[in-house]
């Protein structure tokens, strides 16, 4: 199928995974007899897994830099908050709670077909995450440049409202929402010419800020649980496998919990016996001498016993 259609692997195993499990339902309910796509006879699409390379302090530098001054908090609420770039988009200052130091992410921005619309969290999961001084500092400040625009689109749930209002943080300079390709086209890629960097398909986009935020995270010791959380993940398996290879690794503690053992310097370091402790019992009895075991006395070891 890839030869034939410009349909991307992994896209062609989720749509492989829905059908097998419409078939399976089937089944279940006795309208066929097996499921097809587990016949021995089919081979089932395959995911290209690539390992995710997080930017370079230079290159993150670099792009925000070349954005412009109205943009630039897209990549403060990516990379300080892990949030996707229709998150980024639907960002309320009114859902930012500074005594807990939280921000409640409760909606996004669906732009990439038919009209803009509200929508819940991708997984319908709303989800706090906690926000830094400095995030704060910097959407402050952003503020004091670029009033919150209120917004009323339709609300894409079925739960019987058909619009919600918000003050979006981030909004063109006509004061209307974002469109995904819109963006892309005029904001994100254009950065990369003006800072002279590479831009490469299906790794640079605004989502290779979320990514940063997972290996700063990983790298100041947040669990993988805790992130999945943060990331909006329903699966902390698959947080982890998508972010294992950035996580730490706990040589330098292997190497302190050795040392402990065996200090750097120590008299064996140099060949020399350590010296054991003498238990206060033992120390300073004279040769020969019996000791008491449960109140009876021992006798001396003597020789050909």
């Known amino acids: 199928m890839s030869n034939i259609s410009k349909i991307s692997a992994n896209y062609q195993v989720d749509c492989w995974n829905n059908l097998s499990a419409m078939l399976d339902a089937a089944v279940a309910a006795g309208k066929i007899l ?11 699409p395959t995911r290209i897994t690539r390992l995710i390379t997080p930017w370079s302090e230079r290159k993150f530098q670099a792009i925000e830099a070349a954005l412009p001054d ?13 949030l996707r770039v229709g998150e980024i ?19 996004q921005i669906n732009s990439r ?22 995030v704060l500092q910097r959407i402050g400040a952003y503020m004091h440049r670029y009033t919150p625009v209120t917004v009323t689109l339709p609300w894409a749930e079925q739960d019987g409202q058909e619009f919600m209002t918000v003050r979006l943080l ?34 640079d986009g605004t989502h290779a800020l979320r990514h940063l935020y997972a290996s700063h995270m990983l790298t100041q010791g947040v669990n993988i649980k805790e992130l999945a959380s943060f990331l909006g993940h329903t699966d902390e398996a698959f947080t982890l496998r998508k972010y294992v290879h950035l996580m ?6 292997a190497r302190a ?20 402790r003498q238990s206060p019992t033992s ?22 016993h």
């Not at 988009?89 to 909606?107: L, N, Q, V």
């Not at 981030?170 to 974002?178: C, I, Q, R």
């Not at 730490?248 to 503690?253: A, C, K």
């Open 248 to 253: 730490p690794t706990s040589h330098d503690r």
């Open 283 to 304: 120390k300073n009895r004279p040769s020969g001498t019996s000791r008491r075991v449960a109140g009876r006395p021992l006798r001396p070891h003597t020789a050909g």
């Open 70 to 82: 109205r943009c630039r908090i897209g990549v403060t609420l990516g990379g300080g908050l892990g």
């Open 34 to 44: 097996s499921n097809p796509c587990k016949s021995r006879s089919v081979s089932s």
């Open 257 to 276: 919990a050795a040392d402990a053992m065996f200090p750097p310097g120590s008299n064996s370091a140099q060949g020399k016996p350590v010296r054991r």
């Open 113 to 134: 077909t038919g009209p803009l619309q509200f929508k819940l969290p991708k997984g319908h999961k709303e989800r706090q995450i906690p926000i830094s001084e400095g």
């Open 89 to 107: 988009h639907a960002f309320s200052p009114d859902f930012i709670d500074r005594e807990r130091m939280t921000y409640r992410f409760a909606r």
């Open 170 to 203: 981030l909004t063109t300079e006509t004061n209307s929402a974002w469109w995904f390709n819109g963006w892309a086209a005029k904001v994100w890629k254009p950065a990369f010419a003006t800072a002279g960097e590479p831009y490469e398909d299906q790794v």
